[in-house]
């Protein structure tokens, strides 16, 4: 009698072990939503099975789409937009967050074949990943500007430009203003010799050390070391020429001027650089507060750098002034869109696509939308058709040099480990450990290297 | 009874009582193992669907890349400092802490304590002592070795990592290193005494001898750990300076992920894995043959 008790007892809990593994498994199976647990707790107990996605579609209010943010300042306003949107269109726009690096993330998540319907991505992910995503050339917003910052591979536009950002040096104009006397105009330093002779002022007035340089390797590598393939003639095709002519070997960047250039204007900033005694130990965040409290008045970044404000809105990017001046470097800011949202065509159903889609519509056409976009995440957008501007005075700064044509192609088509082994060579560089000709041949094989 | 030697009746009480474990091994370990022994065959980039075979390539690329040996190199160096030191200074805690001084019980749970901190968020606070902490000691009471951040120098942040690895393992190998001295006869020890023993001859001659499966033990364990050493190489230095402190776990992830190598990445985590094994079992077979039985 024990032993019958025994086994009814483990067969019941055997029982319940099977039925919580498959309960659990049934929404993953029909809906591609990595977090199915959020939906879940919505919904009465045991709805599962009715609920799939094929279900809700028909009536073509409930269809829920994923989207992943990558931004992570931006991370609230896209929570609150997808509130909003739920109850603007009755879809269900549920908000991922990853701090990883994107291309790695969504790696692991097609190899899970769980990817998102929506994913903001960077510039090479689309590249990398567009087997698997949804040909967007279609689409209304392609004639409003999709198609000059959407990225276009065959002939067909793949992603949707969601931010335009810029590459530059951002100044804390009233740090300069305190020591100088006088209103601060970034036209006026242009040149490398007007641009030393400030910083020379301002060593002497009181600020010593002047300038913020980031050791990381993506904004060394990607963003100023970057700048060298950018400014080849302001095109996509005099940057893929370049970089050719770099992998073949046919450049050699000691004899380049642009190279010299560029790297004069490096040595500057190296000099009067806060982190001088030990600039490989410089912290992002640092060189971040020191900005905005006034300790240093340039850092070298780019726009999305949004956190100075609390202190100061009397900033704004420039250009970085250089010796070589050909088309018109220190005068162009580098822009461009560096996040791009794309549509998942391989997992995502029909109707999630379609839903992708018209979010994408909604966010470039919609008053909601441009409001989203410009007001709430102040970002720089993309298309013509939208006539708001952006307060944040970064992006307000950039989209300026935008709005007069001053922008500066920006090549992001660079390989995945441009930064950390190019990033690596400046860093040595930085910290004093190699010099110019050594940066040079180390940067010359690494693009040799490449296919 | 004697259906309780039959064939079937062993396997079903085998599958009743090892069939989850054996389950879940299988699915976590020896299906990914199988899965990627298969990939270091193909030229993935770890993201197309198209897997393209290409034999034996991956492995005369991984022969002949210089950058995965040297952090092969630098991670022998590293494992090596790192399980003796762990080690040594285990030992001496757990000796200290089993020899009666006063709030014995206080200190073990100390020592102990930095292993109950994940790897990552230990790297992070490491982070601030080297580069913030001891840079502004060093800087107002002019010690010239604090004076910079360990972390921008590649030699010093090498030491930095074996400092936060032995930090971190000391406390845990410690416990083992406890529970072996615990276990040695009380009897044992007095006998020796009355024989004569001092202190010291009574630890070298009774205790050690019979405590070597603790040592097997600790030194397989930090050793493995070392040798798979990624979340505080990742939080701690990410392998800077300028790439200088890149291990081999490190230096497959990015050759996998970064690179989008994927085929290469994986072949080179095998070798590395050949390499860990070999190192491993000759450990523990060299350690099980000093090993006493009583």
Same mark, same amino acid.
């Given at each position: 009698?024990?032993?019958?008790?025994?086994? /009814?007892?483990?067969?019941?809990?055997?029982?319940?072990?099977?039925?919580?593994?498959?309960?659990k498994?049934?929404?993953?199976?029909?809906?591609?939503?990595?977090?199915?647990?959020?939906?879940?707790?919505e919904?009465?107990a045991?709805?599962?099975?009715?609920?799939?996605?094929?279900?809700?579609?028909?009536?073509g209010?409930?269809?829920?789409?994923?989207?992943?943010?990558?931004?992570?300042?931006?991370?609230?306003?896209? @929570?609150?937009?997808?509130?909003?949107?739920? @109850?603007?269109?009755?879809?269900?726009? @549920?908000?991922?967050?990853?701090?990883?690096?994107?291309?790695?993330?969504?790696? /692991? *998540?097609?190899?899970?074949?769980?990817?998102?319907?929506?994913?903001?991505?960077?510039?090479?992910?689309?590249?990398?990943?567009?087997?698997?995503?949804?040909?967007?050339?279609?689409?209304?917003?392609?004639?409003?500007?999709?198609?000059?910052?959407?990225?276009?591979?065959?002939?067909?536009?793949?992603?949707f430009?969601?931010?335009?950002?810029?590459?530059?040096?951002?100044?804390?104009?009233?740090?300069?203003?305190?020591?100088?006397?006088?209103?601060?105009?970034?036209?006026?330093?242009?040149?490398?010799?007007?641009?030393?002779?400030?910083?020379?002022?301002?060593a002497?007035? /009181?600020?010593?050390?002047?300038?913020?340089?980031?050791?990381?390797?993506?904004?060394?590598?990607?963003?100023f070391?970057?700048?060298?393939?950018?400014?080849?003639?302001?095109?996509?095709?005099?940057?893929?020429?370049f970089?050719d002519?770099? *992998?073949?070997?046919?450049?050699?960047?000691?004899?380049?001027?642009?190279?010299?250039?560029?790297?004069?204007?490096?040595?500057?900033?190296?000099?009067?650089?806060?982190?001088?005694? #030990?600039?490989?130990?410089?912290?992002?965040?640092?060189?971040?507060s020191?900005?905005?409290?006034?300790?240093?008045?340039?850092?070298?970044?780019?726009?999305?750098?949004?956190?100075?404000?609390?202190?100061?809105?009397?900033?704004?990017?420039?250009?970085?002034?250089?010796?070589?001046?050909?088309?018109?470097?220190?005068?162009?800011?580098?822009?461009?869109?560096?996040?791009?949202?794309?549509?998942?065509?391989?997992?995502?159903?029909?109707?999630?696509q379609?839903?992708?889609?018209?979010?994408l519509?909604?966010?470039?056409?919609?008053?909601?939308?441009?409001?989203?976009?410009? #007001?709430?995440c102040?970002?720089?957008?993309?298309f013509?058709?939208?006539?708001?501007?952006v307060?944040?005075?970064?992006?307000?700064?950039a989209?300026?040099?935008?709005?007069?044509?001053?922008?500066?192609?920006?090549?992001?088509?660079?390989?995945?480990?441009?930064?950390?082994?190019?990033?690596?060579?400046?860093?040595?560089?930085l910290?004093?450990?190699?010099?110019?000709?050594?940066?040079?041949?180390?940067?010359?094989?690494?693009?040799?290297?490449?296919? | 009874?004697?259906?309780?030697?039959?064939?079937?009746?062993?396997?079903?009480?085998?599958?009743?009582?090892?069939?989850?474990?054996?389950?879940?091994f299988?699915?976590?370990?020896?299906?990914p193992?199988?899965?990627?022994?298969?990939?270091?065959?193909?030229g993935?980039?770890?993201?197309?669907?198209?897997?393209?075979?290409?034999?034996?390539?991956?492995?005369?690329?991984?022969?002949?890349?210089?950058?995965?040996?040297?952090?092969?190199?630098?991670t022998?160096?590293?494992?090596?400092?790192?399980?003796?030191?762990?080690?040594?200074?285990a030992?001496?805690?757990?000796?200290?802490?089993?020899?009666?001084v006063?709030?014995?019980?206080?200190?073990?749970?100390?020592f102990?304590?930095?292993?109950?901190?994940?790897?990552?968020?230990?790297?992070y606070?490491?982070?601030?002592?080297?580069?913030?902490a001891?840079?502004?000691?060093?800087?107002?009471?002019?010690?010239?070795?604090?004076?910079?951040?360990?972390?921008?120098?590649?030699?010093?942040?090498?030491?930095?990592?074996?400092?936060?690895?032995?930090?971190?393992?000391?406390?845990?190998?410690?416990?083992?290193?406890?529970?072996?001295?615990?276990?040695?006869?009380?009897?044992?020890?007095?006998?020796?005494?009355i024989?004569?023993?001092?202190?010291w001859?009574?630890?070298?001659?009774?205790?050690?001898?019979?405590m070597?499966?603790s040592?097997?033990?600790?030194?397989?364990?930090?050793?493995?750990r070392?040798?798979?050493a990624?979340d505080?190489?990742?939080?701690?230095?990410?392998?800077?300076?300028?790439?200088?402190?890149?291990?081999?776990?490190?230096?497959v992830?990015?050759?996998?992920?970064?690179?989008k190598?994927?085929?290469?990445?994986?072949?080179?985590?095998?070798?590395?894995?050949?390499?860990?094994v070999?190192?491993?079992?000759?450990?523990?077979?060299?350690?099980?043959?000093?090993?006493?039985?009583?």
């Amino acid at each position: 009698m024990k032993k019958l008790a025994a086994i /009814g007892l483990a067969l019941i809990m055997t029982a319940g072990l099977c039925i919580g593994c498959g309960s659990k498994e049934a929404p993953q199976a029909s809906d591609p939503a990595p977090e199915a647990a959020v939906k879940d707790t919505e919904k009465p107990a045991g709805d599962d099975a009715a609920t799939n996605a094929d279900a809700k579609d028909a009536s073509g209010q409930d269809t829920k789409i994923t989207l992943l943010n990558t931004k992570s300042e931006l991370q609230t306003q896209f @929570e609150e937009m997808a509130k909003k949107y739920q @109850e603007q269109t009755g879809v269900t726009v @549920e908000v991922n967050f990853t701090s990883d690096v994107v291309g790695t993330h969504l790696a /692991g *998540k097609y190899a899970a074949a769980d990817p998102y319907t929506i994913m903001l991505v960077d510039h090479p992910d689309v590249y990398d990943f567009r087997e698997y995503l949804a040909d967007l050339s279609g689409e209304d917003w392609i004639k409003d500007g999709g198609d000059t910052y959407g990225i276009t591979i065959d002939g067909k536009v793949y992603s949707f430009p969601f931010t335009v950002e810029a590459v530059g040096l951002i100044y804390n104009a009233d740090a300069i203003e305190k020591i100088t006397g006088e209103t601060f105009k970034p036209g006026d330093y242009a040149s490398i010799d007007q641009f030393e002779g400030l910083l020379k002022k301002l060593a002497d007035g /009181g600020m010593e050390t002047p300038v913020a340089v980031n050791k990381d390797d993506w904004s060394l590598a990607n963003h100023f070391f970057g700048q060298l393939y950018d400014q080849q003639g302001n095109s996509a095709d005099g940057s893929i020429a370049f970089v050719d002519s770099l *992998k073949s070997g046919e450049t050699k960047l000691m004899d380049n001027a642009r190279f010299n250039s560029l790297m004069d204007s490096f040595d500057l900033l190296k000099k009067y650089n806060i982190n001088g005694s #030990d600039p490989l130990s410089a912290d992002y965040d640092l060189n971040n507060s020191y900005l905005a409290e006034g300790q240093v008045a340039f850092w070298f970044n780019g726009s999305w750098a949004t956190d100075i404000y609390e202190y100061t809105e009397n900033i704004g990017i420039m250009p970085l002034p250089q010796k070589d001046t050909t088309d018109d470097v220190n005068t162009k800011l580098v822009s461009g869109a560096s996040k791009e949202f794309v549509i998942d065509a391989k997992y995502a159903s029909p109707e999630q696509q379609q839903a992708a889609k018209d979010f994408l519509n909604w966010l470039v056409y919609d008053e909601a939308g441009q409001t989203f976009m410009v #007001d709430e995440c102040s970002i720089i957008p993309a298309f013509s058709n939208i006539e708001k501007k952006v307060s944040a005075p970064l992006s307000a700064s950039a989209q300026e040099y935008i709005n007069a044509g001053q922008s500066m192609y920006w090549y992001q088509e660079i390989p995945g480990d441009h930064g950390t082994q190019a990033g690596a060579s400046l860093q040595k560089y930085l910290g004093g450990n190699s010099k110019r000709d050594e940066l040079a041949s180390e940067i010359e094989t690494y693009w040799q290297a490449q296919k | 009874m004697k259906r309780k030697h039959s064939f079937w009746y062993k396997t079903g009480t085998f599958l009743g009582f090892a069939g989850p474990a054996v389950f879940c091994f299988i699915m976590v370990l020896m299906v990914p193992f199988v899965y990627g022994l298969y990939l270091t065959f193909t030229g993935w980039n770890g993201i197309s669907a198209d897997k393209a075979f290409v034999g034996f390539g991956n492995y005369v690329t991984t022969f002949q890349d210089a950058d995965f040996w040297r952090s092969v190199l630098l991670t022998l160096i590293y494992s090596a400092i790192s399980v003796i030191l762990i080690n040594v200074l285990a030992f001496l805690l757990a000796y200290l802490v089993t020899s009666g001084v006063k709030g014995q019980n206080f200190f073990r749970a100390g020592f102990f304590t930095p292993n109950l901190i994940g790897g990552l968020i230990l790297g992070y606070i490491w982070q601030f002592i080297f580069s913030r902490a001891l840079v502004s000691v060093g800087t107002k009471l002019q010690i010239g070795i604090f004076s910079t951040s360990w972390l921008s120098d590649p030699d010093k942040a090498l030491f930095a990592l074996i400092i936060v690895t032995v930090w971190q393992y000391s406390g845990f190998m410690m416990l083992i290193y406890i529970a072996g001295l615990m276990s040695v006869p009380k009897d044992l020890l007095e006998a020796a005494r009355i024989d004569g023993c001092r202190q010291w001859q009574c630890t070298r001659f009774v205790t050690l001898p019979l405590m070597v499966s603790s040592f097997v033990v600790c030194l397989f364990l930090s050793i493995t750990r070392c040798f798979m050493a990624y979340d505080l190489n990742l939080s701690l230095t990410d392998g800077g300076p300028f790439n200088s402190t890149v291990m081999a776990a490190m230096h497959v992830y990015m050759k996998a992920f970064t690179t989008k190598d994927y085929g290469v990445g994986q072949t080179e985590a095998v070798i590395l894995f050949v390499i860990c094994v070999a190192i491993s079992i000759s450990q523990v077979m060299i350690g099980k043959k000093k090993e006493v039985s009583m």
